[in-house]
């Protein structure tokens, strides 16, 4: 089992930062996947960005350039940094794992609004 807790998330204005951290506890394989997926309201889940255990990342086209995805192996924890920040961008954050099967953290919100 694995337990997965995302913190962070806050209220910023448009063209602001957040860095957001996820931190995996549990029993945890070398090898893995973490990522980050995000929910705006009336919206589905979506894929945002994801890092493998060896460093290999995969960015959403919405976040290119503006959000990178990095990962701390020995401390088993993920982390978003997210810059220019935009009004789309508003949504429940998620923390991923695939390490065997698939686990999610609860979520933190992020609000970005003037």
């Known amino acids: 089992q694995v337990q997965l807790v995302e913190s962070g998330g806050g209220l910023v204005q448009p063209g602001g930062s957040l860095r957001l951290s996820c931190a995996a506890s549990g029993r945890i394989f070398s090898i893995n996947v973490m990522g980050w997926y995000r929910q705006a309201p009336g919206k589905e889940r979506e894929l945002v960005a994801t890092?493998?255990?060896?460093?290999?990342?995969n960015y959403a086209d919405s976040v290119k350039g503006r959000f990178t995805i990095s990962r701390d192996n020995a401390k088993n924890t993920a982390y978003l940094q997210m810059n220019s920040l935009k009004p789309e961008d508003t949504a429940i954050y998620y923390c991923?794992?695939?390490?065997?099967?698939?686990?999610w953290g609860k979520g933190t919100l992020v609000t970005v609004s003037p």
């Open positions: 890092i493998t255990s060896g460093g290999s990342t």
């Open positions: 991923n794992m695939i390490n065997l099967r698939t686990y």
